[in-house]
């Protein structure tokens, strides 16, 4: 009994002064200063393990189908590329900002996880500021965006313009915020990609 209370003391006190801290402020929660490197070990292992857990048992279809690629293009153009940036495009005022900082996925792709890939943009990641796409996307539209975030680091910048010029541009079935375009399946004018003089880019 002796051992079972000393626990139970020593796991009272350690919560006391968790709570203190807490409590006290002392916890930097700025996007401008990193986690220190234990919390962001044990945060970063319990994300990718949280993500390894749920993502198991995904069926992923046929990700090749130049018709998915180029509706994803069109999609990632307007919801992705101020974070995960594209060829040519080396960081936005999104990316520059956020912590911990969005993966460069015109470097990275899916990393050959594409199941990963799907239930990210599917649900996205607490506190980090990834939404949970799957909230106005299909399944059929995210599975569109995998398949272009695969080819995505083969592509330089002009084969990632004419892949968002020849899309069908921000189409995922509700929820989009952009003005009337093309129908499913017709090219994007390239009037409709608009490019900032710092290099960003939309679809209009």
């Known amino acids: 009994m002796g051992v079972f209370k000393t626990l139970a003391v020593t796991g009272l006190v350690s919560g006391a002064i968790g709570a203190g801290v807490v409590y006290s402020g002392l916890i930097e929660v700025g996007a401008d200063v990193p986690h220190a490197a234990p919390v962001h070990a044990l945060l970063e292992t319990a994300r990718e ?6 993502a198991r048992d995904i069926q992923v279809p046929g990700l090749a189908d130049e018709a998915m690629v180029r509706a994803g293009a069109g999609n990632y153009e307007a919801m ?7 060829p040519g495009l080396a960081e936005t005022e999104l990316s520059k900002g956020l912590y911990p900082a969005p993966p460069n996925l015109s470097k990275a792709g899916s990393g050959g996880e594409p199941a ?6 599917k649900h996205g990641i607490k506190a980090s500021g990834m939404p949970a796409w799957g909230r106005s996307m299909d399944d059929p539209y995210i599975w569109e965006l995998v398949a272009f975030v695969e080819r995505l680091p ?3 910048a002009e084969g990632y313009r004419k892949l968002v010029e020849s899309s069908p541009g921000h189409r995922h079935g509700g929820g989009e915020n952009m003005p009337p375009g093309p129908a499913q399946g017709e090219a994007l004018p390239a ?3 608009h490019i900032h003089g710092d290099g960003k880019r939309h679809v209009h």
């Open 154 to 156: 083969s592509l330089d």
């Open 116 to 121: 990963r890939a799907f239930w990210v943009i």
């Open 80 to 86: 992705c590329v101020g974070c995960h940036l594209a």
């Open 49 to 54: 393990r949280s993500i390894a857990m749920r």
């Open 191 to 193: 009037s409709k990609v």
